[in-house]
């Protein structure tokens, strides 16, 4: 048997997340995103590497990183594909480890 959220409750939950995301000091996808990266990859090979694991140059890593660029869609996504456990934060900001993520069926 399946429980409907009342509009309040859903009001309520989505307030809360809106309070959790805005009090981390990451609270946009791009610092979200550099914060993965400088975690996993070393300062000296951190560009190359990243180029050589996506689609996208080393510069426009470099460039993003030193935040002379915004990420592209393409480095959203490839950097949530290198880091599926990281997908949900990154994108929302949303750090629940209870949360399931899941895909459409047709």
Known sequence: MSRIKSPLKQSVIRDAISEKIHQSPENNLADRMKVVIEKHFPIENRYRELARLTSVGSGSWRQFQNGKQRPTMQMIEECCQIFP??????????DDKNLVQ?????
């Open 102 to 106: 899941q895909c459409l069926d047709d």
């Open 85 to 94: 456990q990281y997908t949900l934060w990154i994108v929302t900001g949303i």
